[in-house]
Nanobody, 117 residues
Framework: QVQLAESGGGLVQAGGSLRLSCAAS????????VGWFRQAPGKEREFVAT????????LYADSVKGRFTMSRDNAKNTVYLQMNSLKSEDTAVYYC??????????WGQGTQVTVSS
């Protein structure tokens, strides 16, 4: 059973940066894509970015394109989300999740990101 653990959240001023990590344990190689999602208070969970384990191909939501960069370290079974030029609207709980292709079925516990204006 694969487990995901996020870390790296915190409080940052607008315009600042944070790097989130998502470490996978277990048979991580059985999952071919990992994504980041976020949920702000009172809002629906939304897609942020995704990366394919094998080739590093990434995809981003329009709201973060050009500011966030997702990467992976296959040797460490870890994916990262580098967040630059943070805005108050980026405040949310950030989750990583993994999929074998038919939906994201493994989720981490989430990490809080708070951007103060």
């Amino acid at each position: 059973q694969v487990q995901l653990a996020e870390s790296g959240g915190g409080l940052v001023q607008a315009g600042g940066s944070l790097r989130l990590s998502c470490a996978a344990s277990g048979r991580a190689s059985s999952y071919y894509r990992v994504g980041w999602f976020r949920q702000a208070p009172g809002k629906e969970r939304e897609f942020v970015a995704t990366i394919t384990w094998s080739n590093g191909m990434t995809l981003y939501a329009d709201s973060v394109k050009g500011r966030f960069t997702m990467s992976r370290d296959n040797a460490k079974n870890t994916v990262y989300l580098q967040m630059n030029s943070l805005k108050s609207e980026d405040t949310a709980v950030y989750y990583c999740a993994a999929t074998r292709g038919s939906g994201y079925d493994i989720w981490g516990q989430g990490t809080q990101v708070t951007v103060s204006s």
